[in-house]
């Protein structure tokens, strides 16, 4: 089984950068037609697509947060990582990182989740 797990400090300042990474075990992320994704759950909201990594390494981003997020990967580690510039209160959420096994928009494997709080 695919397993993918989040790591990174629980409080960002405002106006600092939010930086994830996710560990991947079970599976490469280089692997086929495989696209890991960043994914939010702001308090109380439904679930908001942040971007993508795919195998071959180009990313893909949520228009409305493109012009701040950047992601990228550490093969030799088997991890992707986010970052999330000029964050504000609202960029509170829990993140998720997540696999689509073949770029269908489907996930098939879930991290558990970290809560990342904006606030000085």
């Known amino acids: 089984q695919v397993q993918l797990q989040e790591s990174g400090p629980g409080l960002v300042k405002p106006s600092q950068t939010l930086s994830l990474t996710c560990t991947v075990s079970g599976g490469s992320i280089t692997t086929g037609l495989s696209a890991w994704s960043w994914i939010r759950q702001p308090p109380g909201k439904g679930l908001e697509w942040m971007g993508v990594i795919v195998s071959a390494g180009s990313t893909y981003y949520n228009p409305s947060l493109k012009s701040r997020t950047s992601i990228s990967r550490d093969t030799s580690k088997n991890q992707f990582s986010l970052q999330l510039s000029s964050v504000t209160p609202e960029d509170t959420a829990v993140y998720y990182c997540?696999?689509?096994?073949?770029?269908?928009?489907?996930?098939?494997?879930w991290g558990q989740g970290t809560q990342v709080t904006v606030s000085s």
């Open positions: 997540a696999r689509d096994p073949s770029w269908t928009t489907t996930i098939d494997y």
